[in-house]
């Protein structure tokens, strides 16, 4: 125990409570948005409408209410949400917290068999939907009517026309919210809950295995991240209040919980759905953004692209970049073209409520993830003894503290497989840490694919792949992309009476039963065997030599 005390990394304390002495997230919330009152919280950068922090209470209070009086949600129960950014997704999230019930977002680009499963895992009462996945909701919702009851639109217009789809009651939230006029506040009964056990969402996180797994973050978790960029943000050198631009999905936790944090700290937030090219660098030069969320296909834009050059970027001070690896050369790139401060990376997973090793200002080395951040510990094992290993020395990153899940929802075995009975949870990343405590991850054990931020479960398109009758065997890797990060390619090995089978028709197969991100956009290549060892696992080293061997032919 001596010598692993001796090989664990920590982070500083909190310097105060973590809730600030509320007794539950929704009192917490409250708090804040109070505090915050008529400032502008968030911009839709789309059509320029805005919400104060006092709006966006008012309008979560009074959706609270509803739920609470026309569906009879409480404490613990569960509501879904299915929507790209926009001003709506905010409003159910803090009704839902306000009620202490659990919000589960779900990724809107999700095949009609991927919502069911995610619908399945969190179990919802009441889903609220835009009207860009819809059709796929219905179809999986009308599968879970054993305990979805209704489902609620995003907009003015009902795709639908009718009251009930199949089977489901179907509402616009305007209609929803009918029965229920203004509400105060501060007239809300909070009920007070222990935060270290509440869970408050309940995050789709990719595993290598397949469909997505539940990542349960309890309310405490969501106020340490608050409480961490809290502290964070005061220990950079600035005085002007922070305006971020968000691209990215708040479906996702890297988007959610900055979202969350965003709301907390008083900065202000300028959201986009999705990125295109022209809107995002107009957003930048009109709302003066000095902050940028982003992911490396977009600092490889900013570092490169022509159009950059026709708008006025230089209100931007900092670059926060996450989801995967940003090379040195793209970093030094974008610091050269618009002068930014500080472009910052770190180390993070839903599992771990966003980053928990991050680079604060420029103090930080190449190549380095930072340092370990407030309230958490890390130490690097061997993967095969559990021996802690000291600097310098590569093995398995573990995280202990206050940004670590509750565990997998319905999942005990894989809850039991990556948090230890010592409360340490195993990334499954391999990396280090050197002298002066900056650490370094170098590999995965996890062989997600890293595409365009999104995390890529290569099982899952496999399983795909070898549902086609033509398909005897199959395998998956990412291979390099400037643009993407990563794109997934395919190995396949035709049956022996099927060997007409295209590239074209295997991609196709794939596209039709998968969400974008996990469609072969670096295509498939047939071989005769895939390469495996004694114990039937893939070698996948093998297939990413054999694709640059491929690629470098090209």
Known sequence: MADESRYIVNGPPHKSDISGGCASLGSFMRRKLLQNGTDVALIDGVYGTTLTYLELLERGSQLAECLRTVVGIRSNDVVGLVSENRLDFPVVVVASFLLGATVAPINLTYSEREFEHAFRLSKPRIVFMSTFAADRVVVAASRCRDFIERLVIFGDENPFGASVVDGVPVALLEEFLAPVSFVNPMALSIAPTDIHRHVALIMCSSGTTGLPKGVQLTQANVMASAALTEETSAMMDSEEQMVVLCVLPWFHAFGCLSLLNVLCIKERMVSLPKFEDFLYLSCIEQYRCNTLLTVPPIVLFLAKHPLVDSYDLSSVQTIICGAAPLSKETEDLVRRRLGVRYVRQGYGMSELTLATLVQNGDDHKPGSVGRV????????????????????????????????????????????????????LHSGDVGYYDKDGEFYVVDRLKELIKYKGYQVPPAEIEAILLSHPGVQDAAVIGVPDEAAGELPMAFVVRQQDALQLSEKELVDYVQQRASPAKRLHGGVRFIEAIPKNLSGKILRRELRELARTIRSKL
Do not use: H
Request: hydrophobic fraction near 30%.
């Open 373 to 424: 951040q407030i309230g958490t510990q890390v130490k690097v094992i061997d993967p095969e003894s559990g021996r802690a290993l000291g600097p310098n020395e590569r093995g398995e990153l573990c995280f202990r503290g206050t940004q670590v899940m509750v565990g997998y929802v319905g999942d005990e075995k894989a809850t039991r497989a990556t948090i230890d009975s010592d409360g340490w």
